[in-house]
Nanobody, 127 residues
Framework: QIQLVESGGGLVQAGDSLRLACVVS????????MGWFRQAPGTEREFVAA????????VYADSVKGRFTGSRDNAKNTLYLQMNSLKAEDTAVYYC????????????????????WGQGTQVTVSS
């Protein structure tokens, strides 16, 4: 049974940095696109970043481009999200997710493209 466990969230001030991690249990981690999403209270879950299975390509939401960096270590079955220059509007629960198909780029910016989710980690940025 595959499991995704996020960590690294916390309470920080605007302008600070945080690094989130997502450890994935199970096999074939390196065969799937992995994504980061976030959800603030009263809003829908939104796309943040996605990393292709080999780690060669990362795509970002416009709202985080230039501030966030996604990466993955396939040897450690771990996904990362380095978040710099944090803003109050980045406050949300952050989730990692595994794409529903191997070596696929279908709907990687949509929650519909993913079928396995972590429990989330809270990020709160005070202004």
């Amino acid at each position: 049974q595959i499991q995704l466990v996020e960590s690294g969230g916390g309470l920080v001030q605007a302008g600070d940095s945080l690094r989130l991690a997502c450890v994935v249990s199970g096999r074939n981690f390196n065969a799937y696109t992995m994504g980061w999403f976030r959800q603030a209270p009263g809003t829908e879950r939104e796309f943040v970043a996605a990393m292709t299975w080999g780690g060669g390509t990362t795509v970002y939401a416009d709202s985080v481009k230039g501030r966030f960096t996604g990466s993955r270590d396939n040897a450690k079955n771990t996904l990362y999200l380095q978040m710099n220059s944090l803003k109050a509007e980045d406050t949300a629960v952050y989730y990692c997710a595994r794409h529903q198909a191997r070596r696929s780029l279908e709907q990687i910016r949509s929650t519909r493209g993913y079928d396995v989710w972590g429990q989330g980690t809270q990020v709160t940025v005070s202004s």
